[in-house]
């Protein structure tokens, strides 16, 4: 009877272990992709004048359009082990999600490369419609994500963050993004006592 009791106790220890790693994962997982997602969403408003930039490219060979790339890929790099709990039905969106985002940082990191003015300003002006283009699928895919966490695990209560956009994105606006990325962050993670770049479970 000892016996059975403390291996009865040790299995529901083990249980509400893996309970609390699955919970403290998804919510900082959600916080991530709701981050990136905004992100998406708000270089997609912005996107309108981007015709101005395709324009001032074809013009002038010289002209490098500036393009901040902020992807914010911590949580889900660093405890890649946990993607499991996102769940079977939409794992393959949040891998594409990520795989989308490398895309576009991919995209912004040729744009400053030396053989980025070497190229035809039509194949130039191409570039920017990728990178709104990747954009446009890394928010729909992101929003795929959310709506489905929310469905899949109601007792989380996850709900997006509501986010002012910026009408132009200054340094001082990206070091107030981190720093909002940090503080939901360390509420998702907080109940746990544990960090997302922590590796403790």
């Not at 194949?123 to 729909?140: L, M, Q, T």
């Amino acid at each position: 009877m000892l016996w059975i009791a403390k291996e009865w106790r040790s299995e529901m220890e083990e249980r509400r272990k893996r309970a609390d790693e699955k919970e403290k994962f998804i919510r900082a997982l959600y916080a991530e992709v709701d981050f990136n997602t905004h992100d998406m969403e708000s270089f997609i408003l912005l996107s309108a004048s981007l015709g101005e930039v395709t324009r001032k490219i074809r013009e002038n060979p010289d002209f490098i359009p500036h393009i901040t790339d902020q992807r914010h890929k911590d949580v889900y790099k660093s405890q890649i082990n946990l993607l499991h709990h996102a769940g079977d039905d939409y794992i393959a969106d949040v891998v594409t999600f990520y795989g989308v985002m490398e895309k576009i940082g991919t995209e912004i990191q040729g744009v400053y490369l030396p053989s980025y003015r070497t190229i035809s300003p039509d194949g130039r002006a191409s570039v920017i419609d990728d990178i709104v283009e990747f954009a446009f699928e890394c928010a729909a895919i992101g929003q795929s994500i959310l709506a489905e966490m929310e469905r899949s695990y109601p007792a989380y209560k996850l709900r997006r963050k509501k986010r002012k956009t910026p009408a132009k994105m200054t340094d001082a606006d990206l070091r107030e993004r981190m720093r909002i990325l940090a503080l939901d962050l360390d509420r998702a993670w907080s109940t746990h006592g544990a960090s997302p770049l922590s590796g403790s479970q």
